[in-house]
């Protein structure tokens, strides 16, 4: 898949440019990180402006609250401009590199690794149980199907791919911004970074609300995004939880209904059933002005699949009884590994990124260095 | 469009005086039509660029850090307007600047603490969270709720006026014309800073060269009906507050992005490469008032700034890219003024310079002697390449002419009766408190106290 090299280009000169009128004005700087982090510089460099991109939440506040948006001649959109670049900064980051095309079409790329992670698993049970297998009743015991072991090595291998590509990219993208390295372990600026994550401070336009259809403000993202993020955190906890189970109590599944990784799993389950429905609504509602439509399918297509692991799960606990299991295991499976091979080519970087940008804004912020005075 | 042509009170505006004015009339029970001659997104005029509003407060409230007693605002006002002020309305705006915060706070309007480059400002300013259009936002929002009615593109082009008493105004709508009747007119739309004909009237051609901070709507429509009907007039046409921004800025509404704030750290010439005045004799706010007029009584309009490496990095980043030489030869040949003249000049500028210990903080001891125009403060050798130059231009800001008001907002006449029915805000009428001169926020103050005022009269009017 071809990179965009003249995109980003692009992406980098329209940032610059907004940057600089922003750095003029500065009307926005209670609004959000991204303005107070902006008054630290004079001049962006590519690093710099990854950086501010990966801070903006898109809140759109200050595309309502800019004097000089279109139709004005300064054309300011920093929501719009920072999204696009935001987008490129993914692909420049990627690890492989190689491999950063598949950002730029994102939505075709997690459809197919979707539908051959189904299909494999499918195949796959077929070809190594009996047909009778995969069709029987197992009282909820998914090892019947695929052993466990099994299990564990395919799921392990491709979960530390994604979590070391996720880190090089990561370790790329804070030496671009020309953060210190190796990064520091200075207590305060983590915990500030990690409360503003955890509080989605900055999708709240100082305050009032995020914008989402029009200028009125309104906070429906916020709250699905804290849906979406923390029941991702609960289905973590629960795998964590079965994990401590099997191999420290030696007790393997199925678990009770009452169990710890039922419920916190039925709990983050629902949670990522309601959290992407409600920001997909919201996303088909967004002011088209102030998003980059190009980002469209990655962001799409990371909702949905979130949708689906948590929806083919939770059907699979429902149904684990009966003799639809063996082909809901496979669906299961096959979408959280198109989730897991994704994970470091889709919109799922954006909270790594996104934290290391706050990272780097409490530390910035702790200097308190800022240019020029009135 | 709008449900009638008859209103109980018609505002004329669109800006925070209009707002306030509609709001208080509507909470008082009145059927408001608010008449905005801008189209929405540049709706509000002068307000989408303003920042905060000065207001006076015996304790800290809010984000405001500290007292600011009455006496001390007059005092300031006094200063900045030399005595040309009606005291009776301005102690009146200033008794009413306190309500302000909580009052706007109460339609909504947020605050924030004073941030970056304008600390100086935290215990006399309250800043709007996201600026005037963010504020301005706010209001229109609280305006819908309340059930005003609101047209844009609907400048007033006729008032019919009766004795003093405002009968109707025809509005312009969708290509024609409609006549509203109210019981009551609020006019707050503003002067005429962006009405070029009517600047070149006043100033002469030089006006030609005056770049508009604001939007072109600000066309002062109202305010030449209203004199023409036998209002009295407060002020001098060719009164209007001009600052020094970058002559490369756009003819209308390049607003607050286009301020540059280096004349302290060079010299500043003309375009025959000479200085004209002291860059180093005050600090800003009183520095960025004057250079406007300053720049406009030179050859065409224009001046240029030269520093070099020790400043580039010592103000507001600016929003064009400055011209950049390494000899200041060739930096004046970029901006096209005489080489030899430019170096001439900081050839003599560098030689008169005397030792001193350079801080822009305070009015420091570094000086020239012997040189015509001196430079008082903050005089240091131009000589470290590269060299940097802005240009500059005359920036209009806002007009002083505009129509006498009585403590309540309403209207004066020319042969001295008051008007029945006719109230005035904001920019207007800004000219009653602030006869010349320049006070960081004291426009939004005036507007929204007058607002206020005008439109519980006009409510009060329309029963």
């Known amino acids: ?374 | 469009m709008f449900s009638g042509d008859s209103f109980d009170v018609l505002v004329a505006g669109g800006g925070n005086a209009a707002l306030c004015a509609a709001i208080t009339a509507r909470r008082s029970g009145a059927r408001v039509l608010v008449a905005e001659g801008a189209p929405k997104f540049y709706r509000g005029g002068n307000t989408r660029h303003t920042r905060n509003l000065r207001c006076a407060h015996e304790r800290a409230i809010g984000h405001l850090t500290g007292p600011y007693p009455e006496a001390e605002f007059w005092d300031d006002l006094l200063r900045v307007t030399g005595g040309q002020t009606d005291e009776p309305l301005a102690r009146l705006a200033i008794r009413r600047s306190a309500e302000l915060y909580d009052w706007l706070g109460a339609q909504g309007v947020r605050f924030q603490p004073p941030l970056g480059g304008t600390l100086s400002l935290g215990r006399t300013n309250a800043f709007f969270l996201g600026g005037g259009r963010a504020m301005l936002n706010t209001l229109y929002d609280t305006a819908e709720r309340l059930g005003i009615e609101i047209v844009y593109d609907a400048m007033v082009d006729g008032l019919e006026v009766a004795d003093g008493r405002f009968v109707s105004a025809t509005v312009a709508q969708n290509g024609g014309y409609r006549t509203i009747a109210a019981n009551a007119f609020v006019a707050a739309a503003g002067g005429f800073e962006a009405n070029l004909e009517w600047l070149r009237q006043a100033w002469g051609p030089v006006a030609d060269n005056f770049l508009i901070r604001g939007t072109p709507y600000n066309r002062g429509a109202v305010l030449r009906l209203l004199l023409d009907r036998g209002v009295a007039a407060v002020g001098e046409a060719n009164q209007c507050h001009a600052v020094a921004i970058d002559a490369r800025s756009p003819k209308f509404d390049g607003g607050i992005a286009t301020r540059l704030d280096c004349v302290v750290f060079g010299v500043v010439v003309n375009r025959h490469g000479e200085r004209f005045y002291d860059e180093g004799e005050e600090f800003w706010p009183k520095r960025y008032a004057i250079w406007g007029r300053l720049v406009a009584q030179q050859p065409d309009q224009i001046a240029y700034v030269v520093i070099d490496r020790k400043s580039i990095d010592k103000f507001m980043p600016s929003i064009f890219p400055p011209y950049q030489a390494a000899s200041l030869g060739a930096l004046a040949e970029k901006m096209g003024l005489d080489p030899s003249a430019v170096e001439r000049t900081v050839a003599r500028f560098n030689a008169a310079v005397r030792p001193g210990a350079f801080d822009h903080t305070v009015l420091d001891d570094c000086r020239t002697e012997g040189l015509s125009p001196p430079k008082s403060h903050w005089a240091r050798r131009i000589d470290e390449p590269p060299f940097y130059g802005y240009p500059l231009r005359p920036g209009i800001t806002f007009t002083y002419l505009g129509v006498k008001v009585d403590e309540a907002a309403r209207m004066v006449l020319a042969d001295g009766r008051l008007s029945s029915n006719m109230f005035a805000a904001g920019e207007i009428m800004a000219g009653n408190v602030l006869g010349k001169g320049y006070l960081a926020g004291i426009g939004m103050t005036i507007g929204a106290v007058f607002g206020r005022l005008a439109g519980q009269g006009a409510a009060d009017a329309a029963r």
């Open chain 1, 1 to 374: 898949m071809p990179r965009d090299e003249a995109g980003r280009d692009a992406a980098l000169k329209e940032a610059d440019r907004v940057m600089t009128i922003c750095n003029a004005c500065r009307y926005c700087e209670g609004l959000c990180a991204v303005f107070p982090a902006m008054e630290m510089r004079r001049a962006f460099a590519a690093g710099d402006l990854d950086y501010l991109a990966n801070l903006c939440h898109q809140c759109g506040a200050c595309f309502y609250d800019c004097q000089y948006a279109p139709p004005h001649e300064f054309k300011v959109n920093v929501p719009d401009a920072l999204a696009v670049l935001r987008r490129h900064s993914y692909a420049r980051y990627a690890w492989p590199y190689a491999l950063s095309g598949v950002f730029a079409r994102n939505g075709l790329a997690v459809s197919l690794l979707a539908a051959f992670g189904v299909a494999g698993f499918i195949i796959g049970f077929v070809a190594f149980k009996d047909q009778a297998v995969l069709f029987g009743r197992h009282a909820g015991d998914f090892y019947a199907v695929m052993p466990h072991g099994a299990m564990v090595a395919l799921f392990g291998a491709v979960a530390l791919y994604a979590v070391l590509a996720l880190a090089l990219g990561v370790r790329a993208f804070w030496q671009g911004a020309q953060g210190s390295f190796p990064v520091k372990l200075d207590g305060g600026a983590w915990l500030a970074a990690t409360r503003d994550a955890a509080h989605l401070r900055y999708l709240d336009s100082g305050g009032g609300g995020c914008m989402n259809a029009d200028e009125h403000p309104s906070d429906p993202r916020r709250l699905y995004h804290h849906l979406t993020f923390y029941g991702f955190l609960f289905c973590f906890a629960s795998t964590s939880v079965a994990t401590a189970y099997h191999y420290a109590l030696g007790w393997p599944a199925p678990y009770p209904w009452s169990s710890a990784p039922v419920v916190l799993g039925t709990l983050g389950g629902i949670g990522l059933l309601v959290g992407p429905a409600g920001l997909l609504a919201a996303k088909w509602k967004r002011d088209p002005q102030v998003t980059t439509r190009a980002a469209i399918g990655m962001d799409v297509a990371f909702l949905v699949m979130l949708f689906l692991t948590s929806l083919t799960g939770l059907l699979l606990l429902v149904l684990r009884d009966t003799a639809a299991m063996g082909i809901l295991l496979a669906v299961h499976l096959g979408v959280v590994l198109a989730l897991f091979l994704s994970m470091p080519y889709g919109k799922f970087v954006h909270g790594f990124y996104r934290f290391a940008a706050l990272l780097k804004y409490a530390r910035e912020a702790k200097s308190g260095r800022v240019f020029g005075q009135e």
